[in-house]
C-alpha cells in the first residue's frame, strides 16, 4: 500500500496525491498548478497520472487549485466515481465555469495578439470547455459530513468539516486487507481555530498515515479581533478624507469573510451604514451558495442569521452585475468601500478601479489575501513608487495596507493543536506534509519534533509513501 505525491509537494499548487491500496486507486484531488505559462501547460494537460488507472476521486474543497484539473482528469479518460461534499458540490458549478471561461478569454488573446504581430506559434487551446466542466458536473456524487461510506472494494471514507472554506473536508479513509485495517487521512486546507463564518476543523479518530497541509507552518497569524479593529479604524479615517477603500479579494471565502467582518462590525455599532459595492458576479454567485449551507456556519454566525440578517449583507451592501454600473463607480468620487476580483489584481474589475484611484492619495488599497509573484497585488504590497496598469506606467499616491488577519489556514499553533489532538484522541502514526514552502515545512518538522514526532516527511513530488 502506498500514497504517491503528485502536486502541492513542496509547493502550494497543484493538489493531487493517489492513495494506491493494491486493490484500488483512489485520487484525492486534482487542482491546477498555477505557476510560469508553458510549465503550467505542461503539467496541468498531461496531470502527471494516469486517468484510466483511477477508480475513485475524491475532492477536499472547491478551491481551483484543488478543483480545476478535474475536467482534464475526465477528458483524459477518468470513468471512476467522484465524490465531494454537498457544498463543493454547489460551489463547483460557478467556479469551475467561470475557470473555463478565462481559459478561453487567455486563449483568445493570446492567438489573436499572435496573429496581430505575425508570430507563427501553434494556435493555444484551453484546458477545456464549459461542456467538460458540464459533464464532470453531472458526474459529481453529493456525501454528506460523518457518514461512513464504501467508496471502493476495500476502501471506506467519511467526511469531516476542515473549517477551511465552504463545503471543505477531511478525508478519512478506512482500508482493509487481510483482517487488518489501516486510517489514512487527508486534511486537505485546514482552517484557523476560532475563525468567523465556519465551524472549527474536526479531529478525526484515528490516523495511521496522516497528510497534513503546511501552508504557513511557520507563521503565527494576528488576532481575529485586532484585523476587525485594524479594518473599522481603516475604512473610518478613509472615507472622512473623502476616499476610496479598495478591497481586492478571491470569490470564494475572502471576500464573504470581509463581508462578514463589516456586517458583525456594523451590528456593534463600530461602523456606521457606510456605501459598499460587491462589484464581482461570481462572488455574487458564490455568496448566494453560502446561503442555502448554512449547516456549515458556527454559532456565532448563526446568531446573527437568527437576527434576521444574512450574515455577509451589510447595510447598505450594494451588489454590481453590468459593466456600466461597474464603470460608474469607479468614476464617481464618491467616498465608498469597493470589494472586487481578482485578489491578485491579475485581471478583472477590480484593476479598473485601482486605475481609477491609483493617483488620489487620499485612497487605500486594503490587500487582504496572499499574493504570489509578479502579480500587480505584489507590486503594490512592495510599496512600488510605479505600477503599470494597461500597460500604462502610474506614480501611485494611492495608500497600501497589508491586512494579514484574513487567513483561511491554520497557521503553525492550529496545525500542531490539530496533530496533537489526533495523537490525544486514539493515536497518531506517519504525518506527511503537503500544501507547503519547504521553508514553512522545516519549520513545522523542527516543531513536531519538539513535541515528540519523528516520522514527519515532506515528500518531492511524484515521491511514494510505503505503508
Ligand atoms: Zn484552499
New binding site residues.
Given amino acids: 500500500m502506498h500514497i504517491q505525491f503528485i502536486g502541492a509537494a513542496r509547493t502550494v499548487t497543484g493538489s493531487m496525491h493517489v492513495l494506491d491500496t493494491g486493490k484500488s486507486r483512489v485520487l484525492i484531488d486534482c487542482g491546477l498548478f498555477q505557476g510560469r505559462r508553458a510549465e503550467s501547460n505542461e503539467v496541468n494537460r498531461k496531470l502527471r497520472v494516469d486517468a484510466q488507472s483511477i477508480d475513485v476521486a475524491v475532492l477536499t ?1 472547491a ?1 481551483i ?2 478543483s480545476g484539473a478535474l475536467p482534464v482528469l475526465i477528458r483524459n479518460g477518468f470513468r471512476g466515481r467522484l465524490f465531494a461534499t454537498e457544498a463543493t458540490c454547489s460551489l463547483l458549478d460557478p467556479m469551475l465555469r467561470d475557470a473555463a471561461r478565462i481559459q478561453k478569454a487567455d486563449a483568445d488573446f493570446i492567438n489573436r495578439r499572435n496573429a496581430r504581430h505575425g508570430i507563427d506559434d501553434p494556435p493555444v487551446e484551453p484546458l477545456y470547455a464549459e461542456e467538460d466542466v458540464e459533464e464532470l458536473l453531472n458526474r459529481l456524487e453529493p456525501l454528506p459530513y460523518h457518514r461512513r461510506v464504501p467508496i471502493a472494494d476495500d476502501v471506506t471514507l467519511e467526511l469531516l468539516d476542515a473549517g ?2 465552504l463545503g ?1 473536508a477531511i478525508c478519512d479513509f478506512e482500508v482493509k486487507s487481510n483482517g487488518s485495517s489501516k486510517r489514512v487521512v487527508f486534511s486537505g ?1 485546514l482552517g484557523r481555530r476560532n475563525a468567523p463564518i465556519l465551524i472549527d476543523p474536526e479531529t478525526v479518530e484515528r490516523a495511521d498515515v496522516l497528510v497534513l497541509e503546511s501552508t504557513y507552518g511557520n507563521r503565527v497569524h494576528e488576532p481575529i479581533q485586532e484585523m476587525d479593529e485594524q479594518l473599522a479604524k481603516l475604512i473610518e479615517d478613509t472615507l472622512a478624507r473623502r476616499g476610496k477603500v479598495l478591497i481586492p479579494s478571491f470569490a470564494l471565502e475572502r471576500a464573504q469573510e470581509v463581508l462578514h467582518a463589516i456586517t458583525r462590525l456594523q451590528k456593534t455599532g463600530r461602523l456606521p451604514a457606510i456605501p459598499i459595492f460587491l462589484d464581482s458576479p461570481l462572488t455574487v454567485r458564490l455568496t448566494q451558495v453560502f446561503g442555502r449551507h448554512k449547516d456549515c456556519f458556527d454559532e456565532e454566525t448563526m446568531g446573527l442569521i437568527q437576527d434576521g440578517r444574512s450574515p455577509f449583507e451589510p447595510r447598505n451592501l450594494r451588489l454590481v452585475e453590468s459593466v456600466e454600473d461597474s464603470r460608474a463607480i469607479s468614476e464617481s468620487a464618491n467616498p465608498c468601500v469597493v470589494i472586487s476580483a481578482s485578489g491578485m489584481l491579475e485581471a478583472g474589475r477590480a484593476v479598473h478601479h485601482l486605475r481609477a484611484i491609483v493617483e488620489d492619495p487620499r485612497s487605500v488599497v486594503a490587500i487582504v489575501g496572499f499574493q504570489a509573484q509578479h502579480t500587480l497585488g505584489r507590486r503594490l504590497l512592495e510599496q512600488r513608487q510605479f505600477l503599470k496598469i494597461f500597460g500604462v506606467e502610474y506614480r501611485r499616491e494611492v495608500r497600501v495596507v497589508q491586512l494579514s488577519g484574513f487567513s ?1 489556514h491554520a497557521d503553525c499553533n492550529d496545525l500542531s493543536a490539530y496533530a496533537n489532538a489526533v495523537r490525544d484522541n486514539k493515536g497518531l502514526g506517519r504525518v506527511a506534509l503537503v500544501h507547503g514552502e519547504p521553508e514553512a515545512q522545516q519549520a513545522l518538522i523542527e516543531r513536531f519534533r519538539h513535541e515528540g514526532y519523528d516520522d514527519v516527511i515532506n515528500p518531492v513530488p511524484l515521491q511514494k509513501l510505503e505503508f
Fill in positions: 474543497h478551491h487549485d484543488h477551511h472554506v471543505s486546507d483561511a
